[in-house]
């Protein structure tokens, strides 16, 4: 039984309207992450990216049916995020994120990834450089610490690749709390339309 399969079969184990919307939305290419970047959104996401590029796998991409993200998160896991990113990113079928009410942290990264970027008039985006924490002696706290500045790195790259925001930029704001409303969002390019405002809500449905 595939992953898609699986998710249905619990789902249809309950009646009701929500499971229902979820169901639908399975079916129809449409993912939901109204929650924080964890492990789970490998099954959730990365898996089900890869089972309908797998599906479209003789199709020409224009005539690929688009997968569309839609995120509610406060962000959460980062190496996970660096892999939905890369799911994203390498998809060969289209992949659309649209920006809910609040995509914070990672699930900013996550946003920006979109090969096309939508987000509502009030969507609040946050853009900030993590934090972690560690308990380890003192050298292989170094490394951990290296890694993590490494990670970093990567993170700062995938933004100036994917949005307008340059590495000045992001020096001078990554140790801030840098919220962003939908307009600015737009500015630096990290989505590319405001439903209601640049396109019809038509297009995310």
Same mark, same amino acid.
């Given at each position: ?24 939305? $399975?079916?129809? %290419? ?7 970047? &964890? ?7 990365? $898996? ?10 003789? $199709? ?32 060969? =079928? ?10 914070? #942290? !990672? *699930?900013?990264?996550?946003? *920006?990834?979109?090969?096309? %970027? ?15 924490? +560690?308990?380890? #002696? ?9 890694? +993590? ?5 990567? !993170? &700062? ?5 994917? =949005? ?11 140790? %801030?709390?840098?919220?962003?409303? #939908?307009?600015?969002?737009?500015? %630096? ?17």
């Amino acid at each position: 039984m595939s992953i898609i399969e699986e998710l249905l079969f619990e789902i249809n184990k309950d009646d009701g309207i929500y499971n229902e919307i979820i169901k639908n939305h $399975l079916n129809d %290419r449409r993912i939901i992450i109204n929650q924080e970047i &964890t492990d789970d959104l490998l099954e959730n996401v990365c $898996l089900m990216i890869l089972k309908w590029n797998s599906e479209d796998k003789n $199709l020409p991409v224009d005539k690929r049916k688009k997968i569309f993200i839609y995120i509610n998160s406060d962000g959460g896991d980062c190496v996970l995020g660096t892999q939905i990113l890369s799911q994203i990113t390498y998809s060969k =079928t289209p992949v659309v994120t649209v920006g809910f009410a609040k995509c914070a #942290s !990672m *699930a900013s990264y996550i946003l *920006a990834a979109g090969h096309i %970027r939508y987000c509502f008039p009030n969507t609040i985006v946050l853009y900030h450089d993590g934090q972690t924490g +560690y308990v380890s #002696s003192g050298n292989k706290g170094k490394d951990i610490q290296k890694f +993590y500045d490494k990670l970093d790195e990567r !993170m &700062t790259k995938f933004m100036i690749e994917h =949005t307008d925001m340059t590495a000045d930029f992001i020096e001078e704001i990554k140790d %801030r709390e840098y919220y962003m409303f #939908s307009e600015e969002a737009k500015e %630096r390019h990290i989505v590319d339309k405001i439903i209601g405002i640049d396109c019809d809500i038509d297009e995310i449905i």
